[in-house]
């Protein structure tokens, strides 16, 4: 068993024996990241490095289930999109070496709020530099869960973007695409 690298199987934290559990055929991808990526990613159970793993099962999930990029009523974060501001200023930690190298810009994050409300695929859009756009991804991915959005009054799996602008100005600034 590797030391202490963390297992992501399918966007979920997992240990090393839920990894070597999947069928060989069963994997579709594969991406090691260590060093600060990781750390910015992942936090510090991360250290020793990180093991992104996606199953055929998952790339092809939901496969003829539609994500919404438009409803009748589109997902909402608890307490509306200046509650979703303050949440991602008082989370995000602006990476010291990009503050340090002056590393500054627009963030577009795109995420899917699922019919249960949760944040996932998670996935950078529009990036600025690798720091940013790994800090980006990580809050967004940290985000509590959303009223989800529906379509003819049932819940649906809608497609969300969130511009992320790192600034030495204010430090930070959020503000939703429209």
């Known amino acids: ?5 963390l297992f992501v199987i399918d966007g979920v934290v997992s240990s090393y024996k839920d990894f070597s559990a ?15 990526m990781a750390l910015l990613k992942y936090g510090e159970k991360a250290r020793e490095g990180v093991a992104e ?3 055929k099962k998952q790339s ?5 289930k539609e994500v919404f990029v438009i409803v009748e009523e589109m997902p909402q974060f608890p307490g509306g999109e200046q509650a979703m501001m303050s949440w991602i200023t008082r989370n995000v930690k602006y990476p010291q070496k990009a503050a340090e190298e002056k590393i500054y810009g627009m963030v577009h994050v795109s995420f899917v709020v699922t ?4 944040v996932s695929d998670v996935k950078i859009k529009q990036g600025v530099h690798p720091l940013l756009d790994a800090e980006a ?3 967004v991915g940290e985000m509590p869960d959303w009223k989800p959005g529906s379509q003819k009054g049932k819940a649906v799996d809608v ?8 600034s030495f100005d204010d430090h930070l600034k959020v503000t939703k695409l429209q």
């Open 53 to 55: 793993v996606t199953t």
């Open 22 to 36: 999947i069928p060989q055929e069963e994997i579709a991808d594969v991406k090691l990241m260590k060093g600060e």
């Open 60 to 64: 092809v999930k939901d496969v003829g």
């Open 115 to 118: 019919r249960t409300g949760k």
């Open 137 to 139: 991804t990580r809050v």
């Open 159 to 166: 497609w969300y973007v969130i511009p992320v602008n790192f």
């Open 1 to 5: 068993m590797p030391g202490n690298v």
